[in-house]
């Protein structure tokens, strides 16, 4: 899936919905792209993923966006029972990329490995809040991020790990 915004001072609302049933399983590749900009544009990306009981996904998502993108996005994932999610993230461009994403790890058994990456230069501001919520006994999460950063930008990284008491042997 590719989400492309190539006009200025224009606001973009990509939405991607994934719903994997009972048993179910699939790869899905998703892109968010721009032009670069001399005046500002702005992009609210929000993908919305439901896992079904024992299905697999393999999510590999790329934001790439041009000088002058302002994006916001939100990421939002609900793990079944002896469900597997692999998430694979890179941030490479935008003049601010803010990123709020929550998994919750909701049925017994849900696994999940979130794996993200960054590279900034310029003057270029990321900030990164991922947020793995156990809420169901017997869940996995692994979490690895790394980055880096050239010139004069910057980034965030604000991560939490929620675990519920109903989450024993997590």
């Given at each position: 899936v590719l989400f492309y915004l190539e006009q200025q001072?224009?606001?973009?609302?990509?939405?991607l919905l994934v719903v994997l049933e009972?048993?179910?399983?699939?790869?899905?590749?998703a892109e968010w792209r721009s032009a670069d900009f001399k005046t500002r544009a702005v992009s609210f990306p929000a993908v919305e993923v439901l896992v079904g009981e024992g299905?697999?996904?393999?999510?590999?998502?790329l934001q790439a966006g041009g000088d002058g993108l302002f994006s916001l996005s939100t990421?939002?994932?609900?793990?079944g029972?002896?469900?597997r999610?692999?998430?694979?993230?890179?941030?490479?461009g935008g003049s601010l990329s803010k990123e709020n994403m929550e998994i919750v790890l909701e049925g017994a058994g849900a696994e999940l490995d979130l794996v993200g990456g960054f590279l900034t230069h310029g003057n270029q501001h990321l900030d990164m809040s991922p947020v793995v919520h156990h809420i169901a006994p017997h869940t996995r999460g692994d979490v690895l991020i790394n980055g880096a950063l050239r010139d004069k930008s910057r980034a965030i990284f604000h991560?939490?790990?929620?675990?519920?008491k109903s989450a024993l042997h997590t």
């Amino acid at each position: 899936v590719l989400f492309y915004l190539e006009q200025q001072k224009a606001a973009f609302f990509p939405h991607l919905l994934v719903v994997l049933e009972k048993g179910s399983s699939a790869t899905i590749y998703a892109e968010w792209r721009s032009a670069d900009f001399k005046t500002r544009a702005v992009s609210f990306p929000a993908v919305e993923v439901l896992v079904g009981e024992g299905a697999v996904l393999n999510f590999l998502g790329l934001q790439a966006g041009g000088d002058g993108l302002f994006s916001l996005s939100t990421r939002r994932v609900m793990a079944g029972r002896e469900s597997r999610i692999l998430w694979v993230e890179g941030m490479l461009g935008g003049s601010l990329s803010k990123e709020n994403m929550e998994i919750v790890l909701e049925g017994a058994g849900a696994e999940l490995d979130l794996v993200g990456g960054f590279l900034t230069h310029g003057n270029q501001h990321l900030d990164m809040s991922p947020v793995v919520h156990h809420i169901a006994p017997h869940t996995r999460g692994d979490v690895l991020i790394n980055g880096a950063l050239r010139d004069k930008s910057r980034a965030i990284f604000h991560g939490m790990v929620k675990i519920e008491k109903s989450a024993l042997h997590t």
